[in-house]
């Protein structure tokens, strides 16, 4: 016999198909099951759209009256682009519901919950809370810090190594691990590099899905002083839409050359190493960008770790050793004295892509110096 459990996560599964698509919203799952007979299932498919309860009410019918609702999410009780879900759900006749997480949302937090149990429905909270933390832990950290979700992502040899000492990097992780990268970049609203990194590899930075298509992320260049080739392959913006941030004190020639050619740029304050990132991802997320992969150099990742930034780390490690004392590494910046003085960061899970492993870890919350 099934258990709350077993339809929850078939709900987190459902809600997970939509990853990279909802974007700024959640992703939602929604499963109907009476008399242990799944009668509805749903998901939000993309911003905008019919949430994961309308649909799956509309494929239940009548069926779903003395039914029992899995969904991922608090049901919203608010107008937004849609109506609210909350009210749909108690007109709904449904028995009872079983939420996963509680909506962070301020709009929301608790208020669908409580209408729900003010019209007798019985609501359970908190079946496979972490799972769904973890599945939409893109939103929860937006709706907490009012700025975007930052991915540290980069490829290494066994003994730490981005490129050798005359930077050349290619590859150093075998075409399963390249795939999954391109996935994270269809998921994800924007990436982001350093100039140097345009102007030593003139990369793209756009996403190549195995079958094809896939979603272009917008792409964000770190540039203080402006020195983005004019013919480099981001300045086509019509492939995908770029970004240049740089200081205030930009060049206004400069700036007009980059307009001329699609470019947006964001102008922010200088910091101790480089630009101001708090302030530049606040400004990236009053443009609607919820998540950024950074995928710079090792002086762009040591910029975010130092400034506490980052907020998830997925490192691609190869089974290949470079040595030599000058080979590049993932994080440049100031040295520390002690391994007391390291930044600390919890293995979440360990995965396999060909001969490499992809290690997805998290910063020790309250642990950073």
Not at 99 to 121: F, H, M, S, T, Y
Not at 342 to 363: H, N, W
Request: charged share 25%.
């Amino acid at each position: 016999m099934k258990t709350d459990q077993d339809y929850m996560r078939l709900a987190l599964d459902l809600a997970e198909s939509a990853k990279g698509k909802t974007n700024p919203n959640p992703i939602v799952g929604a499963v109907l099951v009476k008399d242990g007979v799944i009668v509805g299932t749903g998901l939000h498919r993309k911003a905008g759209e019919p949430h994961a309860e309308v649909h799956a009410f509309n494929m239940a019918g009548d069926h779903s009256k003395g039914a029992t609702l899995y969904v991922t999410l608090e049901p919203c009780s608010h107008f937004g682009k849609t109506p609210p879900c909350a009210n749909l759900v108690k007109e709904s006749e449904v028995r009872r519901v079983v939420v996963a997480v509680q909506d962070p949302n301020p709009e929301v937090a608790g208020r669908g919950i409580k209408l729900l149990r003010e019209a007798g429905i019985e609501v359970e909270v908190g079946v496979l809370e972490d799972e769904a933390k973890r599945l939409n832990e893109r939103f929860i950290h937006n709706m907490i810090t009012g700025r975007p979700f930052v991915i540290s992502k980069f490829a290494m040899t066994l003994d730490g190594k981005l490129a050798t000492h005359k930077g050349h990097s290619k590859w150093i992780t075998g075409e399963a691990a390249r795939a999954d990268v391109h996935m994270l970049r269809h998921e994800v609203d924007a990436i982001l590099v350093g100039v140097g990194t345009v102007i030593a590899d003139n990369p793209s930075l756009t996403t190549r899905l195995p079958e094809g298509g896939g979603k272009n992320p917008i792409r964000i260049i770190l540039d203080s002083e402006l020195r983005t080739p004019l013919d480099a392959n981001v300045m086509q913006t019509e492939v995908a839409e770029t970004i240049i941030v740089t200081s205030l004190e930009a060049d206004t020639e400069k700036v007009k050359l980059y307009k001329a050619k699609g470019v947006s740029l964001i102008n922010v304050s200088r910091a101790e190493n480089g630009l101001n990132l708090q302030e530049m991802l606040e400004k990236l997320y009053k443009r609607g960008i919820t998540d950024v992969l950074v995928e710079g150099g090792g002086a762009v990742n040591a910029s975010f770790l130092r400034a506490n930034l980052i907020d998830k780390y997925f490192i691609y490690m190869a089974p290949k050793v470079l040595g030599g004392r000058n080979s590049v590494t993932p994080f440049t910046g100031k040295d520390v004295d002690t391994i007391d003085a390291a930044m600390l960061v919890s293995f979440a899970e360990i995965e396999k892509f060909g001969e490499d492993i992809r290690i997805t870890a998290y910063p020790k919350q309250g642990d950073q110096q």
